[in-house]
Structures are given as C-alpha cells and as structure tokens.
C-alpha cells in the first residue's frame, strides 16, 4: 500500500516562530488531507489539498503531486498551535485514508 | 451541520466482554468510515461503507470485529470478546463523494480492556 512519511517527528518553537512540516507520499493520491489533532484526541480538517496551493489565515499549504509532496506552513505560531498535526492520503484504490505518523509540535510561550 | 457524533466517548471492560460503538454521520453524508488509533500512532483504516454497503474492509478488521450500517445512516462496530490488544481510540469519519471527498471526523470512542 501507499507510504507516507511526515518530518519532522518532533518540533519545539517560541510563540510567533513559523514553522514548515512536510509530507512526503509513495504513489500518486486522488486525495490528501491535513488534521491538527488537539489534546482530546479530535482530529480537526485543515486541508483537503490533492494538488496546488491554499490559504487560511496563519496556515496555508502547498501539494506538489508530480513530486508527491505536500508541506503545511504555520505562521506566526501561537500556543493553541500546539499539537499533532497529520497529513493523511487516498489513493491506489483505496477507499480509506493513510495516515503518517504525525508531527508533534509545540508552541512555548 | 451537527458534524460526526460517536457514542459512548469512553467505555471500559473487561477482557472477553463484548462492546459496541455507535456513529452518527453528518446527515447528507453517503460514505461512513472507521479508523482505529493506538497511542503515538495515526490512525489507522478499518472499514469503509458507501450508503449500507460495506465496500472495503482492512486486514486489521478480525473476524472478532463487525461493522453495519443497517439504513444507511448511523453505523455501529462490535468487538466480541475483547482483548488488551483491542484498547485504542476508534474514530469515525463521514464524506461526501461531492464536490470533494474530505473527510470529516467525529470525537472517537476511546476502549480500554482490563
């Protein structure tokens, strides 16, 4: 099946840093999220983003899916930024969403 | 749009018991999913139904675990004689094949077997 990989792992920034995670996939995809997921385990819709560029507010992304890549920019981090944050694909077939491992981030004040 | 409910939030048993676990879609939505996630681990797909037929089924899905959803609506997932093995947080997400297909997530059902 379909490998995803999300770096880095783990990241640790003051209050209004910025921040760039990527997600790297190993088969085209018809279908690429971005979640934050919160303490309480709920996972939260950021982007439905299989291709191009999007825009809200502090956050954006960028898929390049001839490169099968997709980062997520954070900007002017804040403490509630805190979290997992999830890049998840659909593709080859498959009806479900593959999940990578996530990368925990954490915003100190 | 009321988003995707599970019930319970939480439940805890005891090994070789059986549970069950309900999820309500958002209303318009045709496609139901459950995802399983274990601790420091993204979750992880189990089975997938669009309207009441079940479509695709992961090999994680035992022979232990069964999923309906009888009308096509809310969905339920029993787990028959739990093991330790079976506690994780189960998530369900709905969609709708148009014009996109995100996926929305409901607050999980987190198991735990003693």
């Known amino acids: ?109 | 749009d009321t988003g995707v409910s599970q019930n319970p939030r939480h439940k805890i048993t005891k090994r070789g018991q059986n549970v069950t676990f309900r999820c309500d879609p958002i209303s318009e939505h045709n496609r139901l999913y459950w995802y399983r996630q274990t601790l420091g681990q993204g979750p992880e797909f189990l089975t997938y139904f669009q309207n009441e037929a079940q479509l695709e089924k992961s090999r994680l899905l035992s022979d232990r675990f069964s999923a309906e959803r009888p009308k096509g609506s809310f969905s339920t997932l029993e787990i028959q004689r739990t093991e330790q093995g079976d506690s994780a947080m189960y998530l369900c997400a709905s969609s709708s094949s148009t014009p996109t297909d995100t996926q929305y997530f409901g607050p999980g059902t987190r198991l735990t077997v003693l």
Request: proline share 5%.
């Open chain 1, 1 to 109: 099946g379909i490998q995803v990989e999300q770096s880095p792992p783990d990241l640790i920034l003051q209050e209004g840093a910025n921040s760039t995670l990527r997600c790297n996939f190993s088969d085209s995809v018809n279908n690429l999220q971005w979640f934050h997921q919160n303490p309480w385990g709920q996972l939260i819709n950021l982007f439905y983003i299989p291709s191009g560029t999007k825009q809200n507010g502090r956050l954006s992304a960028t898929t390049v899916a001839t490169e099968r890549y997709s980062l997520l920019y954070i900007s002017s981090s804040q403490t509630t930024d805190s979290g997992v944050y999830f890049c998840a694909v659909q593709g080859g077939g498959a009806d479900g969403l593959t999940f990578g491992k996530g990368t925990h981030l954490i915003i100190q004040p």
